[in-house]
């Protein structure tokens, strides 16, 4: 099992933008700088995973994002606890669907979704590829946001072969 040949780069480019969705409710993003804290190693990491554990912070109608890329067909491990103002919907997109998602606030693209989640325990397995982590506190998807919403999560991908 070769585990250490794709890339995991965990930096998301800067978005900007606000849509409205009629009345008082917003489509922001916030930028993954401003929106993740306490970045560090997570805990149990195998030999050749990657990963971080993170806490995300987001106003209610924000979404923000974490890109990777994949060199190989990896396994992802997301999970974590939503802790203030539960629940948020999360996603797993590529980059054309987070384009999409960016362009179009009706729609809502991925290949992962756990949406209306209180405590996060995602795996699923993916080919090679550029993808977004996207953590959502908006009313697109299955919640209906309170309030500013805080989730502490560990994200770990594995390397599991090629394409």
Do not use: H, W
């Not at 401003?34 to 924000?62: E, I, M």
């Not at 756990?114 to 009313?139: C, Q």
């Amino acid at each position: 099992m070769r585990r250490r040949t794709f890339l995991a780069v965990m930096g998301a480019g800067t978005l900007t933008g606000c849509n409205a969705l009629g009345g008082n409710s917003t489509f922001e993003s916030k930028k993954p700088g401003d929106a993740f804290s306490n970045v560090g190693t997570p805990s149990g990491l195998g030999k050749g995973d990657t990963g971080t554990s993170a806490r995300v912070t987001l106003g209610k109608g924000q979404y923000t994002n974490l890109g990777f890329e994949l060199g190989e067909r990896s396994k992802m491990v997301v999970t974590g606890q939503v802790t203030k103002n539960a629940p948020i919907d999360m996603y797993v997109m590529t980059a054309s669907q987070f384009n999409d998602f960016k362009r179009k606030p009706n729609l809502v693209p991925s290949e992962t979704a756990a949406e209306g989640v209180t405590s996060i325990d995602v795996t699923n397995r993916f080919s090679s590829g550029n993808y977004f982590l996207v953590f959502d506190n908006t009313p697109l998807g299955q919640t209906e946001p309170s309030g500013e919403a805080v989730a502490d999560f560990e994200f770990v991908l594995t390397g599991t072969g090629n394409g």
